[in-house]
Structures are given as structure tokens and as C-alpha cells.
């Protein structure tokens, strides 16, 4: 008894006016198709859009509105002394009342008006639901009988069915664009509470990050400090040592399979290199931290240098590889796209095999190579586990890659563990990171669009 159920009645009543629809519109014509304006399936999209799409509209207000009108109507029923509570108090109550509602054990013992407010809650939501079902039942059996009526041969039924899905697909994208703006708004507000408090030059050129706040004004050596640079440079060193190794070998294999291995190997190599690909990023950790980690300090302390125990080489060379199937599956993909006519044509003038490779088929390819290499440093950049595990979270101000380093995601992660209070530097100081990092990503989308500009070779 939820909106999953609601949704389920949604959904059935929706394929029988489909079916319902497109039954009518053959008995229209007497079984003679010709004679129809569209496919009968269109008079059964027809049918079943004015049937679905009014009660998904009534449901989706109903998810959206049914805890704040039920939470209000529980406590206006409350004793005066618990509506008179703070707000903050009162939410504590509303979620006494809820978990005894649910059934869940509070703890201590419980003011019997608590526990008659959760039965009114219980009952609340029973009402609700039937009063939602029926609403719901309503429209839908509104909705077939009004486009049950309108089913005529002449009914333009596939224009109406593709400008409809249209104006759905325009919303589904506006709903994109704003939770996107809403997310980059969220993160700007937050992030200039915590620049109302740590100035903006301290944080972009500060040389220590610290971010631990003194509880007390006496307390020593809690002194935050919040200056990015050293999560930069780890952020950058471990990326740029991850793009090193996957984009020479990840394109490398791209072209090899799609212009030069045979059938039989590209059906054997791709799926083999694509695995990687679904190789969870603990996995890779462990391999970092088991295995190449100290391979690294064994060859080092064998030439003389002093390699840490947790390096960024280490997480930058695994990462690396886990970052391979994205930058060689997307590349072949692109590669593959590429006309045949190309090749035939560079050929056919005499260019040998290699020259078609790099004149003709990489620059035409170009635009979704570069599409791989920024999703592969998007990857790169956002890894969390494996730096965890191999690069450690030491904040060294360091461009040596031997040394122990820590990277933006890390720290976000480390600043939101455990209870938090969200009017603290130590706290808004990750969404401040947040906003550094979703600005490197655009810089390096525009630069990868001018790239593209520059260097695409177009052909018709």
C-alpha cells in the first residue's frame, strides 16, 4: 500500500486503453487499415497517453505533497504543549511519531498523546492512499472514455501521438538543465557561506590544509587552515600520471583493433579489455596497496630513493589502467563510425595504410576521441578508493610522485564523514572544494571544444 501500487494501477489501466484504443479504431474501419489516417498503434498511444499521463501528473503532486499535508494534519491534532515546542524540538517529536508509527522501538518512555498521534498517522496514510487511489481511478477512467470518443478514421492519431511525445521529451530535457542549475546553485550558496568566513585568497593560495576548527578559544594547535594548494597538486600529479598511462594505450589499442587486428582477434580482445571496465575500484585499491605499492618501494629502496609506502605513482599507474577500457571502447567505437568511403578514398590516391590512419581517420574521429580522453579524466579526477587506499590522505605540498598525497574528492569525502554541523568551515569547506572541482571540469570541456574546433576535419 504505496505509491509503487498507484503507480502499477497507472501503468495497467494505460496498456489495456492501448489495446482498447487500438480495437477501436480497426472496428471503426471494419478491419480495412487502408482506410485509416495512422498505424492502428497510434490510436492505441493515443488512448493510453490520455490515460496515463493525467494520473501521473495527479500521483507525482500527490509523492510530492502527502508527508507535509499528513505531517500537518498530526500536529494540529497534538496537545498544545508539543505545537508550541521550537521547531527543531518538534521535528524530534514528528519523528517519534513516525518511528512509532512504523513500528520502530524508541527509546524511553513515550507520552501516550504520541502514541495516539501515530495511530492518527497511520490512519492518515490509509486515507490518503484510497483517497489518491480513487483520484487516480477517476482521471484514468476519465481519460479512456474522452479518448475513446475522439477515435475516428480521420483522426491525425500519429501527429498528435509525436507532438505529445515531443513536448515530453522538452520537459524531460528542462528537468535535466534545472537539476543541473539547482545542483551548481546549491554548491555556490554553500560555498560562499564558507567564504563569508575563510577569505577567498587564503583558500586558493594557501600552502597547508588543516581544516580542523578549535572547539575552544584556549585550544591549541587547532587552528584550521584551508589553502588547496597541496590538494591541487596531489589532485593533478596522481591525474596526470592516470592520463599518461591509459590515453597512449587506450588509444593505441582503439586504432589497432578497428584498423588493423583481424575479426577474430577484435572479438576476443575488445570484450577482454572492456572487463576491466567492471572491475569494482576496491578491487583496484587492493592492487594498488598490495601489490604495486610495494613493488614501487622494493625498486626504489634497490636504486637509493626513499619511495613511500603510499605513493600517488602507485594509485596514478592503477588508476591509469582502470581508466584503459574507457578511453579504447569509446575511441574503437568512434573509429569504427567513420565512413569506409574515407579509407577507400585516401587509398585509392595512393596514401598507405598508416598515412589513411593519421590524415584521415583519426582527424574525422577526432571530436569522439576527445570525448573519451575527458570522460577518462573526468574518472581520474573523481576517484576516490584507490587514492584512499594507495595515495593516502596526507596533504603534502610536493611535486615529487614517490612522496604520500591526497586529491579534492578525498577530502570532500573526509569532511562529510560522521555528524556534521553545516555552519562550519570545516564542513562548508567541502562544497567550497566542490566548486573548485566542478570548475577545473569546465575549463577543461571548453578547452576540449576548442580543440575539436581547431582540429576537426569535416567531410560530407
Known amino acids: ?48 497517453l490520455w490515460c496515463g499521463l493525467p ?123 534545472f537539476t543541473t542549475v539547482g545542483i551548481v546553485l546549491s554548491v555556490l550558496f554553500e560555498s560562499m557561506r564558507f567564504f563569508n568566513q575563510i577569505s577567498v585568497a587564503d583558500f586558493l593560495f594557501g600552502l597547508k590544509w588543516s581544516p580542523q576548527m578549535a572547539i575552544r578559544s584556549d585550544q591549541v594547535g587547532a587552528a584550521g587552515s584551508f589553502g588547496i594548494a597541496p590538494l591541487l597538486t596531489g589532485t593533478l600529479m596522481i591525474s596526470g600520471i592516470a592520463m599518461f598511462v591509459a590515453v597512449p594505450i587506450g588509444l593505441m589499442s582503439a586504432i589497432y583493433m578497428s584498423e588493423y587486428a583481424t575479426d577474430r582477434v577484435r572479438t576476443v580482445a575488445k570484450p577482454v579489455l572492456e572487463i576491466l571496465a567492471g572491475v569494482p575500484t576496491v578491487v583496484y585499491g587492493f592492487f594498488a596497496a598490495l601489490t604495486v605499492a610495494p613493488f614501487l618501494r622494493d625498486i626504489g629502496a634497490g636504486m637509493g630513493l626513499d619511495v613511500s609506502s603510499e605513493s600517488a605513482l602507485a594509485a596514478g599507474l592503477v588508476m591509469g589502467i582502470m581508466i584503459i577500457p574507457f578511453i579504447s571502447s569509446l575511441s574503437d567505437d568512434v573509429i569504427n563510425a567513420v565512413p569506409q568511403s574515407l579509407r577507400d578514398g585516401s587509398m585509392g590516391i595512393g596514401a598507405t595504410k598508416s598515412e589513411t590512419v593519421l590524415k584521415v581517420v583519426l582527424p574525422a574521429a577526432l571530436p569522439g576521441i576527445v570525448g573519451s580522453i575527458l570522460l577518462g579524466v573526468s574518472r581520474a579526477i573523481g576517484e576516490t578508493m584507490i587514492v584512499v587506499m594507495a595515495a593516502g590522505l596526507t596533504a603534502n605540498m610536493t611535486a615529487n610522485p614517490l612522496n604520500a598525497v591526497t586529491t579534492f574528492t578525498v577530502q570532500i569525502v573526509t569532511l562529510l564523514i560522521g555528524d556534521q554541523e553545516f555552519d562550519s568551515p570545516k564542513t562548508l569547506a567541502a562544497f567550497a572544494l566542490g566548486l573548485i572541482l566542478f570548475i577545473i571540469t569546465l575549463c577543461l570541456n571548453i578547452i576540449a571544444l576548442y580543440v575539436v574546433r581547431r582540429y576537426r576535419e569535416q567531410y560530407e
Open 55 to 177: 494520473a501521473l501528473l495527479v500521483l507525482a503532486v500527490w509523492t510530492a505533497s502527502q508527508a507535509s499535508v499528513i505531517t500537518s494534519l498530526v500536529v494540529s491534532g497534538l496537545p498544545h504543549e508539543f505545537q508550541s515546542l521550537p521547531a527543531q524540538q518538534l521535528s524530534l517529536v514528528i519523528n517519534d511519531i513516525r518511528n512509532i508509527a512504523d513500528g520502530i522501538i524508541v527509546s524511553g518512555t513515550q507520552d501516550q498523546a504520541l502514541y495516539a498521534a501515530a495511530k492518527h498517522y497511520n490512519r492518515l496514510k490509509v486515507t490518503g492512499f484510497l483517497a489518491a487511489l480513487a483520484v487516480i481511478l477517476s482521471v484514468c477512467i476519465a481519460g479512456l472514455g474522452l479518448s475513446k470518443r475522439h477515435i475516428v478514421p480521420s483522426m491525425r492519431a500519429r501527429v498528435k501521438v509525436e507532438r505529445t511525445i515531443t513536448v515530453l521529451m522538452v520537459l524531460c530535457s528542462m528537468v535535466a538543465i
Open 1 to 48: 500500500m504505496n505509491n509503487l501500487s498507484l503507480l502499477s494501477v497507472v501503468v495497467v489501466l494505460s496498456v489495456f486503453g492501448y489495446f482498447l484504443g487500438r480495437k477501436r479504431s480497426v472496428v471503426a474501419v471494419s478491419g480495412e487499415i487502408r482506410k485509416l489516417h495512422s498505424l492502428p498503434g497510434y490510436y492505441g498511444m493515443f488512448v493510453a
